[in-house]
């Protein structure tokens, strides 16, 4: 009997401390077990937000490539497309000839006058001439000719003179290869100062309306408008066509003819008058 008493007291001492493990671990509801228990299932939970499924849907083509290229690498795209698409364009009317169709005398076979010789005669009086006129004669008398690297592959066709609304345009008209026409224009217009009481004529190149607002434009290559300051390159050929008619040059100089640019309602209209501004 002794011994199974001693058997129950150390089977109820076994069941207390099981019952004491087991009420702690299932039934004890203290602070510290639902903070535990609480941290362990959150922090759980949030590793397995961070973690990417093998098999987890890919995001659309935009969605990747937003995430591929910021905004600013998109907009440093744009602004380069731009600009090379600008350069092309630039480039393709910059090789685009003028229409000389238009230009009255350049390409008919009109019988040219001798302008120096009507200048000449006038004797210092106010005269006119077409721009029909003038570009027949320039056409019978002036040959121009291409120097410079380019000399080989290219040869001057002519000079041509459109009259504007209170300017002219010089067109040189040159061809490149068998049959590529490319011209290149300077505007050209004449303006009157007073130096130590003389008056003098001044030539300027620009004409036309400004380009963007306040730059002077100053002629084109092609189809291009270009401003003043950029066509100061051709002065030197200028002055060499310039130089190939002195006598006209003189007999202004002399009787003091300003230029002056008329524009009519069609080419055959337009005209320059010779008034001397020592008069004016």
């Given amino acids: 009997m002794a011994g199974t008493g001693n058997r129950k007291r150390g089977n109820k001492k076994t069941e207390t401390v099981h019952r004491s493990l087991w009420g702690g ?18 922090s759980r939970a949030g590793e397995e937000e961070y973690e990417i499924p093998e098999n987890a849907p890919q995001g659309n083509i935009l969605q990747e490539l937003w995430h591929k290229f910021n905004f600013w690498s998109i907009l440093a795209t744009l602004l380069f497309l731009s600009f090379t698409l600008f350069l092309v364009l630039t480039m393709v009317y910059m090789w685009t000839p003028q229409n000389m169709q238009d230009i009255a ?10 302008l120096t010789a009507l200048l000449r005669n006038a004797g210092g009086a106010p005269i006119s001439f077409t721009e029909a006129e003038i570009n027949r004669y320039l056409r019978d008398t002036c040959r121009i000719r291409q120097t410079g690297l380019f000399s080989i592959i290219t040869h001057g066709q002519g000079v041509a003179l459109r009259i504007h609304d209170g300017y002219a345009e010089i067109i040189i008209d040159r061809i490149i290869g068998t049959n590529i026409h490319q ?40 189809c291009v408008s270009v401003p003043q300051r950029y066509v100061q390159m051709l002065r030197p050929a200028l002055e060499t066509l310039l130089s190939c008619y002195p006598e006209i040059s003189g007999i202004m100089a002399e009787h003091g003819y300003k230029p002056i640019f008329v524009k009519g309602a069609t080419s055959e209209f337009n005209r320059v008058d010779f008034i001397p501004y020592y008069a004016s």
């Fill in 25 to 42: 671990l299932f039934h004890k509801s203290t602070d510290e077990g639902e903070d535990f228990m609480r941290r362990s299932f959150f």
């Fill in 183 to 222: 011209t290149t224009s300077v505007h050209l217009s004449f303006t009157q100062e007073v130096t130590m009481g003389k008056p003098e004529l001044r030539i300027d190149f620009k004409g036309g309306s400004p380009l963007l607002g306040k730059l002077p434009r100053g002629g084109s290559i092609g």
């Fill in 105 to 114: 005398g350049y390409k008919d076979k009109g019988v040219p006058r001798d």
